[in-house]
């Protein structure tokens, strides 16, 4: 049970790590090349698609494990610590408001209709 319990609370670390990102994304003392790679990393942790596929055992999950998180604690790395500190707070505060729970799933099944109608279109090709 307490192994249950750690994967959660780093799962909600994430979780308030990405928002952050996606605070400082919008913050203009942020420099430019660290948006880019802030980009990067929220498309990678939002796209419905693997580097690795999921269904390759043990492999399919260590992007996910292990990519993703040094991802995002590199390009935290790259943030101006006022800028993190404010994202941050803002971050944390603003995650348990369900609203934005809402609009976060919009994104992702919003992200997978995309996906959809280009592959139907595709085929039909």
């Keep these: 049970m307490k192994i249950k319990k750690k ?3 780093r799962i909600g670390h994430l979780n308030t790590e990405i928002y952050t990102l996606y605070l400082a994304y919008r913050d203009p003392r942020v420099k430019w090349y660290v948006k880019v790679f802030i980009l990067l990393i929220i498309a990678y942790a939002l796209s419905p698609v693997d580097i690795i596929p999921d269904f390759i055992p043990i492999l399919g999950y260590l992007d996910d494990l292990i990519i993703l ?26 995650l348990h408001d369900f609203k934005l729970r809402w609009i976060g799933l919009a994104l992702v099944i919003t ?13 039909k090709l």
């Design 69 to 94: 998180p040094l991802g995002i604690f590199l390009v935290i790395k790259l943030i101006p610590q006022e800028v993190k500190e404010e994202c941050r707070l803002k971050a944390r505060a603003d």
């Design 111 to 123: 992200a997978w209709l995309i996906i959809a109608v280009a592959l139907i279109i595709i085929i």
């Design 7 to 9: 994967i959660l609370l």
